[in-house]
């Protein structure tokens, strides 16, 4: 028997497979970087349907990248892009037009001004804190379709989601100072408030978490017909979480109305998206699911909202779920302050981009952008915006005080919805501890 005809033994065969599924998976990582082009046309073209263009054919899966490379995606300037999109948003009225300028003020003001007494060190503030700054378009154009009493599942950069759908500042502010007025009582920090009178679920530091909170939130409301929605907010790097493609086919399969909203930033923690996302978009992962794909400027409001209207519409239809991709950047590092000044926007200085990216990103700011347009559209004066800059400030800041004068935390609320409330255990620790039983 020659050396090809013997028969291989199992050690040897699972030897060879091993050694394939290696080199498989080597080289179908290397597919995206080698060589290996995707016409642009099939990506950002009628393949994707209703989208704002970019300026060139996408980040991602491009081994090339370098820091600074983020600015040839740079969304354009002259909002907005699509005049249907715009006018979807005119539709909403003057009132409706203005409480948004006001949460997107909020959500910025309520941010810059932490950072500023992060930095500032007098409150002795400590602990993450993701900021979600240049990104606020997204949350509130998504915002503004939802209702009240439709979902949301947030993220560790989710402050600007709890504003935009109604989170209350002072016990946000409360939250961050550790105070028992706190959304956590002081015990939970920036990633675990939760409202669950406004439909949020909460912000979360298990990156991939949100995808599956939503859908069963989602699930629960398709089972008792209540035609509510759900949304699953995530960044470029969740998506790389196996339970995305998981999460989005289940509820493409059963038609669950969930809308997963992708805020590509187009930085992983202090990685490009360009070397982790090996598409061009990460909206291209689910195409082949034959679900409505948006991909739009998430720097332009009227974009972010056109898009979640027409997904919203679908889901309530009871057609199930879709895929929003928002193209933005955010001004601050990963996490916490560094680069930062106190009273200065942005950081600069961090190593895995080039602060000439920084600034050119900070003339895009999506805020200044909606302003523009309100003022060009008539729809307010600039003295009617910078009065709802002041208020928005004047909230911001009241909040503060709020938080300095209220109680710190007690030692007891650390176990509070540790477990179920009035269950055994929580008895059984509270009498180990001789602590004082919490009474809320
Ligand atoms: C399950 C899990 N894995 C890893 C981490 C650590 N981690 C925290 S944030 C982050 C990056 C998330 O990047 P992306 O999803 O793009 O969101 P962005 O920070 O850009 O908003 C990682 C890996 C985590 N918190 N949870």
Redesign the pocket.
Known sequence: MSEQQRPMDRRSLLKLMGAAGASTTVLSACGTSLGRTVSAQGLTGSGFGRQVSLATEGPGGNPQWKAGDSVKFLPPTDIPTSGSAAEALASLGKERLLTLYGLMQASRKWETTMKDLFLGGDDGLYGQF?T?VG?EAIAVGVMSVLNDDDYIAS???GHGHLIAKGGDLNRMTAEIFFRDTGYNQGYGGSMHITDMSRGIMGMN?????SYYMAAGAALHAMVKGTRQVSVAF????????PYYFSAVRSCANQKVPVIFVN???????GVP?AL?VPTKYVSEYTKGLGIPTFLVDGNDIAAVHAATREAVEWARAGKGPSVIEGITF?WYD??GFAGGRPGEDGALGLPYRTDEEVRQWMTRDPILRYRTWLVARSVATAGELDAIDREMQARVDASVEFARRSPRTRPEAGVLNTYASGAVPATQFFNRTGLATPTT
């Open positions: 993701h979600y990104e993220t560790h950069r530091g298990i990156v991939g978490a995530f960044g470029d790097g969740a998506a790389a979480s805020e590509n930033n187009l930085q992983y923690m998206m982790t955010r990963h996490a």
